[in-house]
């Protein structure tokens, strides 16, 4: 099927709440002596993780998880596989973790009773996107950018069969109806 890519958040629209979002990190974890484990959740979240981790002002060292409960489709199938697992131990470590959606709530539930397994200290998760309406478990991140409606994005990092990731915006992925 053939899709076109409509724009939604503008690459100067995000870097502004990531503003926001990173001022309200560094207070946070203003107090913070020892880095903060950045855990990305690949491979949607890098170009976030990215563009984030430059404006945080507390020392963090970053880490990344494989972890995906989609296969090629748009719909989550709710079987979470670890693709990737962490190369740190994050025993009595504080852990961020980075998202670039929240859906469901399925793969983020399972990885977060996972990680805590591990006895970290703290463990918050921030996202890029949330889409409450979709929501099949009761899941809250501590932090995120943007809500939004029930639409599948691409862009900044997220993709649709491991395509646009490199787009610089957020963008609705929609069919070509065959109609100009
Ligand atoms: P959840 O388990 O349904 O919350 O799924 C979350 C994961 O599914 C996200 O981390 C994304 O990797 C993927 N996902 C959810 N919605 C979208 C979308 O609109 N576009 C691309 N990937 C998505
Ligand atoms: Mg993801």
Do not use: W
């Not at 560094?26 to 690949?42: C, F, G, H, Q, R």
């Not at 993780?49 to 880490?63: H, K, N």
């Not at 939004?148 to 929609?174: K, S």
């Amino acid at each position: 099927m053939q899709h076109h890519v409509e724009p939604l958040f503008q690459g100067s629209k995000i870097q502004e709440e990531l503003v926001k979002l990173s001022s309200k990190l560094n207070s946070v974890y203003k107090e913070s002596t020892e880095p903060v484990i950045l855990v990305a959740v690949l491979k949607g979240s890098f170009i976030f993780l990215a563009d984030l981790c430059r404006l945080l002002t507390f020392p963090v060292q970053i880490d990344f998880l494989g972890a995906s409960s989609y296969g090629n489709s748009t719909e989550s199938s709710g079987a979470l596989k670890i693709t990737k697992d962490l190369a740190f131990d994050i025993q009595n470590k504080n852990v961020l973790l980075v998202e670039d959606i929240v859906d469901t709530g399925v793969t983020l539930t399972k990885v977060c009773a996972m990680l805590r397994e591990r006895g970290l200290k703290d463990l918050k998760v921030v996202t890029l996107l949330d889409k409450p309406s979709k929501r099949k478990v009761d899941f809250q991140p501590d932090y995120s950018c943007f809500a939004i409606e029930d639409f599948f994005i691409v862009g900044y990092g997220i993709d649709y069969a491991e395509n646009y990731r490199e787009l610089p915006y957020i963008g609705i992925l929609q069919a070509n109806t065959g109609e100009k």
